[in-house]
């Protein structure tokens, strides 16, 4: 009976231990599940920051675009002309009208 006693007592004690293993284990893993899931986090303000700049250059680059359009040489080169020829148009206009006594339109 004491010989089945100390069986039970060492069964017991190796249980115990056992357990004791599984919650450290547990205790491990919740910390490395704490970690990550910080790391996570901090990843994902990251790539929201990211995203937040990436939108912001694709709007400075449609921006930088027209006013490269505008400004670059193509640019002025046709508001130049385009005024030139409205004024053109104006004073051939007012020649064809003195001329033709206003029964001419360009």
């Known amino acids: 009976r004491?010989?089945?006693?100390?069986?039970v007592d060492t069964i017991v004690s190796a249980a115990e231990a056992e357990v004791d293993r599984f919650r450290d284990a547990a205790k491990t893993a919740k910390v490395a599940y704490n970690s990550l899931q910080s790391?996570?986090?901090e990843v994902n303000a990251s790539l929201r920051e990211m995203e937040s700049k990436r939108e912001d250059v694709r709007r400075k680059l449609v921006v930088m675009s027209g006013l490269a359009d505008i400004f670059g040489s193509r640019g002025i080169q046709t508001y130049l002309l385009g005024n030139a020829v409205?004024?053109?148009q104006a004073y051939s206009q007012f020649y064809l009208d003195e001329l033709s006594d206003n029964y001419q339109k360009l």
Request: proline content about 0%; glycine content about 0%.
């Open 2 to 7: 004491v010989q089945r006693i100390a069986e």
């Open 39 to 41: 790391q996570l986090d």
């Open 86 to 88: 409205n004024t053109l």
